[in-house]
């Protein structure tokens, strides 16, 4: 006879088993890799874009350590918080353990905390310093260079070829990333015997910034270097080049995301311009030509750095879980730490140290438009270079 | 500071402020006359944005969309009126922005899907391609170009409004629609020209704006926030106010990005803080 103990132990079986049996399929049939992007807020512009980049590699790779991927689509909605909940309920819902993309720097170092405290492992695309830093993990790996390497990268190439540009002016975003961006730039041009003879910071929220141009060009600097990110660096190049600023200075943005960013821009506001860039798609490695084959036959568009940097983050993972044979995360883990292979950039090492992926970061100047061989040939690659901050310096201990 | 760098700062700050009031007159004249919040401001000025670079794409160049903009502009306000907000003129302001607030996220989320996420590129027409040199100034033709057309927009505004016959008939109708109603005049017809003249407004702005600061999707709730604290500041419903206060947070805005760049942004509201301590209905509102 069903008494009340019976009927709550039959409901709790009830409402656990869908749970449970979902994990055991999901561990049994498929590797499922969580995705964190942003499909809506402010950030739904960089999110649609990787989340595309990583649906194509998956579509692409299909499968690993020998059995099929299944990607998890995970929205965060550009807010850290929501990211963490998600993360916290894949994996008790699915048994998932392994993630990867990011929107911002944020979201990235808050899910980074959350995976490795429940023994994930953790590909993403972070752009602040931290990631392989003082916050860095053990099971948290990134793909984009940090930012010492972006300046370095950028300002040194960029001096050889005008070695009198000595006087510099900067506008950053006030919040880490242009701070770090700043930072190391600031050390670059001591370093260089260059002057930086000005800074005008603006916030996350400034979309107007004529009243800091105006002050830029009152300097008379040589080179006007932008540190920020996403469209607040298109606006202000898109300003800074309205008022003329192209006639007798130099503009450096040291971090572009390439070519999304001069697609916004158009070709008359980039010609001259030079862009530091974690990819361009006219480098022609066997990753690249692999890449952007695949985005060509797929998607039908040019790929960009988004959908890049979602294609490299599932090619880091898928490369990792082939080579240890297993879904075993410390297996996972020990292979990503001596992973090096054929990536969008050329050949990409992971560094067992702090968990960086050692690849090229790009020097580019805008080309004229009558020199462009189509829409997207926006600019010519002058350098591309590795230059990462020691292990010993970045504060990383793992 | 040189004072010759700060007098280029509040010259560049009138600039923005022009700006600024193209974008908030048609929000405070709708307040004003029909006393109805419209947070569709900005979605009108989004998709004009849009309209402006499909022309730009079509004909090559963005000057045809300061015709065809305001208008695409104007109709969709008056379909919005017809349609749906004029059931809501008698309902309270939160139901206003509540239904004002779902049909910008529906405009929104429609050019999102037609263009995608990414911004887009709106070139400045050829012949306000370059800059004008004053001295050691340098401004853009095209923002020159901008000031102009919303300096010929607040003339013709006040004289529309305060020297003509259908002026008086607006300001009557704004005053006591009932008694407008009985000389004879339609005052539904009057809010509903009001309205799609609003639109028409932002409209002018949004095409305006296209080779200032490109296209994308959230660009009208940017917009609509700076339109609020203008028409806030300058008293709800006045239109000189609205003048007044957009210029003078263009000038805070452009002397403070030189003078404390990090608290430009912050300053506008400071200021807007300050003004409203000392006169709660604005700069030219009345109490």
Known sequence: MLDRRKILAAAAVGIATPALLRRAWAQQDAIEIGSLVSLSGTFANIGEQVDIGSKVAFEHFKSAAGKPLRYVQLDDQGDPGRAVRLTQDAIRDRGIRFFMNCTNSAIALAVAKEVASSGGVYINQAGADEMTGSLCNKNTFRWPVATYSAVNTTVRPFMKQFPDAKKWYTITGQYVFGDSLLRNLKDVLGEIGAQHIGNSYHSLSDREYSGFITAAIAAQPDVLCICNFGSQTVDVLRQAVSFGMKRNTKIVVVWSTGLDQFQSLGPDICDGVYFGANYWHGVDTPGNRLLTGVIKEKLKVTPSYLLTAGWACTQAMVEALNKAGSTDVPAVIKALETLSYEGPTGLEKVRPEDHQVLKDYYLMVGKPKSKMRDKDDFVEVISAEKAFLAPEKTGCKL | ?287
């Open chain 2, 1 to 287: 500071m040189s004072a010759q760098v700060l007098t280029f700062g509040a010259l560049n700050g009138v600039g923005i402020g022009m700006i600024y009031f193209i974008l908030s007159v048609g929000l405070t004249m709708i307040f004003g006359l029909m006393q109805f919040v419209n947070f569709a401001h900005g979605a009108f000025y989004m998709v004009s944005a849009y309209a402006a670079f499909a022309v730009a794409q079509w004909t090559g160049s963005v000057l045809p969309a300061l015709l065809i903009s305001p208008l695409l502009a104007a109709i969709f306000a008056l379909v919005s009126e017809r349609v749906l907000l004029q059931r809501t003129y008698n309902l309270p302001h939160e139901s206003q922005i509540l239904i004002t607030f779902a049909l910008a996220i529906l405009a929104q989320e429609s050019m999102t899907m037609i263009f995608g996420t990414l911004g887009k590129n709106v070139p400045v027409p050829e012949v306000f391609s370059g800059v004008v040199i004053l001295g050691g100034f340098v401004y853009p033709s095209y923002r020159l170009f901008v000031v102009g057309v919303a300096a010929a927009v607040a003339v013709s505004m006040w004289v529309a409004i305060e020297r003509t016959r259908f002026g008086a008939v607006v300001r009557a109708a704004a005053e006591n629609p009932e008694m407008v109603g009985l000389l004879g005049f339609d005052s539904r017809k009057v809010f509903m020209a009001a309205f799609a003249f609003g639109g028409a407004l932002a409209g002018l702005a949004g095409a305006l704006a296209a080779p200032l600061r490109g296209v994308e999707p959230l660009m009208g709730r940017e917009a609509l926030a700076i339109a609020f604290v203008v028409v806030i500041l300058g008293g709800l419903g006045s239109f000189s106010g609205a003048l007044l206060a957009a210029l003078l947070i263009g000038i805070t805005q452009s002397l403070m990005s030189m003078i404390w760049p990090g608290g430009a942004h912050l300053m506008i509201y400071g200021v807007m803080t300050v003004i409203l301590a000392f006169r709660p209905a604005g700069l030219m509102g009345r109490a």
